[in-house]
């Protein structure tokens, strides 16, 4: 398994480098969402030493930033998922 280095921004911080593993779309059966509700996903997490992390993201971010299972992504202080060099923190 190729190893995930860890990820250096313009202004030197290091940060953490994860792989997707699974996305998870919440299941709300035959019940109404909330007014005002923004759909979240389940994010499962693992870094390259096999710790996993699992997170809730909106699902329109994971979109709009092109993220998808398999893809390596940086978990930035927001509490969300960036690809690798879409971010300088």
Known sequence: ?????????????????????????????CEERPEGYVPKVTVYLEDVAGAQKIIKMEDALLYKRNLDEGDEAVLAQDGTLYAPGQMDE
């Open 1 to 29: 398994m190729r190893q995930l280095p860890d990820f250096t921004t313009r202004k030197g911080n290091k940060m953490k480098i994860y792989k997707i593993k699974r996305i998870e779309e919440a299941d709300y059966g």
